[in-house]
């Protein structure tokens, strides 16, 4: 081992990237540095049987139970220089797309005192984001990823800050809001997939599972802090400011993703035509059983559990007369609930059946919306909330962790995108709860969703083996 691999002990030691440097030695005891670690970490142990880390992987001493908890947790953000930069880029993103959304539907009824109209922009992202999901898959595994992650993010950015000018010239109309929704819709439809698609690249595959639900860690922080955020710099300072401090968060987020190395396209797939890798996308899922599984069980989860999340502000008007700050409390319990399933998963590592927590997701959402239905009290629901917030991420970050890791490089985009499309698909479980929930009173149409909830989890234990022996 040559020099630039050993630490020398001393009290003034300066971390220089990938060893450490002394200014002064002490008493000239040489100590291996690799060995340390491999002695403090089993993945560095897993190294010495051909796995070796990446060349952006730092390894830290970490010291006591605390500091040893919190490297585990974040290990992935800690240890890789260019997942540490897509993730602050993600962080910013999400928040100016989470800020936006609290922002624009106060506006828009603001502007036209209509609820319907309100709906329409608010979900106006849904019909762009289904339809460009497949193209945007698609070029995630045929484009330089980087580029159309950075390219999406900025148009997002400048569209934020089209708003505000409009509002500052008194042009701005709620059309104008609506165009915005679709068209970032369509940009949330290019970027996910590449972004997902790009972590197995800048991570270990060990270290795949922590990555993935630090990414979800990412939405759920935002989702808990964004909205509250937004709504008080709505009354302080303005619409038109809160949209250029939007503006400026995400083309912030661009500056982090520019520091990532670029991630060119697997040459194989360049060799087709669009329609080519659309069909052999679909082909992959139809031939790799245990994703095939995944997405069933994810899209169907989706379709009964999300909608919810979306109208729990009729259900707590209609069930516990709640105000508008008490519904914003109940969707903070959701992203509690969200922020500690992604603390859970991040600690999670393969071969601690992974596939059990997966399926037993749903049946935590089942249980937490008969929890809402039952017990019609106001702490009740906050609970139920909560837990919908834990079954959300063992869905989501850890099912998109099983799919990655089961997926070939040149497919990884493709997949990513026929997920993406469950949000797309929103509105199809939203107008039948809405129209049940305004027909039948808010409470029976959830108890028949949480009947269903448990009904497809129990048949998913029993007809995906596959997904229940996944580790």
Excluded at 299 to 310: D, E, G, K, T
Aim: hydrophobic share 55%; with cysteine; net charge positive.
């Amino acid at each position: 081992m040559n020099d630039q691999n050993t630490l020398k002990l001393t009290s003034e030691s300066v971390f220089t990237g990938v060893t450490f440097v002394s200014k002064r030695p002490a008493g000239g005891r040489l100590f291996r540095f690799e060995n340390y670690l491999a002695d403090q970490d089993p993945v560095i142990q897993n190294s010495e049987h051909g796995d070796a880390p990446s060349p952006t992987t730092i390894r830290a001493p970490r010291f006591g139970v605390v500091g040893r908890s919190f490297f585990h947790t974040f290990e992935s953000v800690i240890t890789n220089r260019d997942f540490r930069m897509i993730w602050f880029g993600m962080v910013l993103s999400m928040g100016g797309f989470q800020m936006q959304m609290v922002a624009r539907g106060i506006l828009v009824y603001n502007l036209t005192g209509d609820a319907f109209i309100t709906g329409i922009v608010g979900m106006g992202f849904a019909p762009s984001l289904l339809v460009v999901s497949l193209y945007g898959g698609v070029l995630g595994d045929r484009v330089e990823r980087r580029m159309l992650i950075q390219v999406s993010q900025a148009v997002n950015g400048v569209l934020a800050g089209i708003v505000a000018i409009l509002m500052f010239t008194g042009s701005l109309a709620w059309g104008h809001l609506f165009a915005v929704s679709v068209a970032q819709g369509a940009m949330f439809a290019l970027q996910m997939p590449a972004r997902q698609a790009a972590i197995p690249s800048l991570v270990g595959k060990d270290q795949l599972p922590n990555a993935f639900a630090l990414n979800a860690m990412a939405m759920s922080m935002m989702t808990l802090i964004a909205p509250a955020l937004a709504g008080v710099l709505y009354e302080v300072i303005g619409p038109e400011n809160v949209y250029l401090m939007v503006c400026i968060v995400m083309l912030s987020s661009v500056i982090f993703t520019s520091l990532v190395p670029k991630m060119p396209p697997p040459v194989a797939v360049m060799q087709q035509s669009v329609m080519e890798n659309i069909i052999g996308g679909f082909k992959y899922i139809g031939q790799n059983k245990l994703i095939l599984n995944l997405m069933i069980y994810s899209v169907i989860v989706a379709l009964l559990s999300m909608p919810f999340r979306m109208l729990v502000q009729v259900y707590a008007k209609d069930i516990y007369g709640s105000d508008a700050s008490e519904v914003g409390i109940l969707l903070t319990a959701l992203g509690l609930g969200g922020l500690v399933g992604t603390i859970t998963i991040a600690n999670l590592r393969k071969g601690q059946r992974r596939g059990w927590i997966v399926l037993i997701g749903a049946i935590v959402a089942s249980a937490s919306l008969g929890l809402i239905v039952s017990v019609p009290v106001y702490a009740a629901g906050i609970v139920g909330m909560v837990g919908m917030g834990l079954a959300e991420q063992a869905r989501w970050a850890l099912g998109q962790s099983l799919m990655m890791e089961s997926t070939s490089d040149q497919y990884r985009a493709r997949v990513m995108s026929v997920l993406m499309m469950t949000f797309g698909l929103m509105p199809l479980g939203m107008l039948p709860l809405g129209w049940a929930m305004k027909e039948f009173g808010a409470r029976t149409p959830v108890a028949v969703i949480a009947i269903a909830l448990l009904v497809f989890a129990l048949l998913s234990i029993v007809f995906m083996p596959r997904l229940r022996k996944a580790l």
